[in-house]
């Protein structure tokens, strides 16, 4: 549904909730596969580098809410999960991670959540891989992990959950 097509229904009185939900599910994949073209676009290019990820950075950012609350979501999936090899991971693995994370070293959070979703034979989740791409600032990637980490290491979900 395009936003004419909405503009439409809502102009002749026929619309409903669901003509919306769609539209702003269109948008939202849309918008994602700008954001892909444009990092695809900043890789390659040579000349307005600057510029290319000056965009991409307000782009990215803008996804940045959506992100943050699937990393959330996919961590508490995993300490729900019935993975004891990963969840014993995490939970041994746990405060040094948020160590990392908040001392911003990137490679070295990078490299221990690999080995704990390798060691649990588990795959890499790639909205995980999200979190550490370089056009994200510093202050972004904190919060995308502390995010994952609060969902498979906290409380606050299952009270989250049953309040809503």
């Given at each position: 549904?395009t936003?004419?097509?909405?503009?439409?229904?809502?102009?002749?009185?026929?619309?409903?909730?669901?003509?919306?939900?769609?539209?702003?599910?269109?948008l939202?994949?849309?918008?994602?596969?700008?954001?892909k073209t444009?990092?695809?676009?900043?890789?390659?290019t040579?000349?307005?580098k600057?510029?290319?990820?000056?965009?991409l950075?307000?782009?990215?950012?803008?996804?940045?809410?959506?992100?943050?609350?699937?990393?959330?979501?996919l961590?508490?999936?995993?300490r729900?999960?019935?993975?004891?090899?990963?969840?014993?991971?995490?939970?041994?693995?746990?405060?040094?991670?948020?160590?990392?994370t908040?001392?911003?070293?990137?490679d070295?959070?990078y490299?221990?959540?690999l080995r704990?979703?390798?060691?649990?034979?588990?795959?890499?989740?790639?909205?995980?891989?999200?979190?550490?791409?370089?056009y994200?600032?510093?202050?972004?990637?904190?919060?995308?992990?502390?995010?994952?980490?609060?969902?498979?290491?906290?409380?606050?979900?299952?009270s989250?959950?049953?309040?809503?």
């Open positions: 549904m936003l004419e097509e909405l503009n439409q229904k809502v102009s002749t009185g026929e619309f409903s909730y669901h003509d919306f939900e769609t539209y702003y599910k269109n939202q994949n849309e918008f994602g596969e700008f954001q444009l990092e695809e676009a900043f890789n390659i040579r000349n307005d600057t510029n290319f990820q000056r965009l950075r307000i782009v990215s950012g803008k996804n940045s809410s959506e992100i943050i609350e699937s990393l959330k979501k961590g508490y999936k995993y729900k999960g019935k993975n004891q090899i990963l969840q014993e991971a995490f939970s041994n693995m746990g405060y040094r991670l948020l160590e990392q908040r001392a911003c070293k990137r070295d959070v490299y221990s959540l704990i979703f390798i060691s649990a034979k588990e795959n890499f989740p790639l909205i995980l891989v999200e979190a550490f791409k370089s994200y600032s510093d202050a972004l990637f904190k919060i995308f992990i502390f995010s994952f980490l609060s969902g498979i290491l906290g409380q606050e979900e299952e989250y959950n049953k309040e809503n």
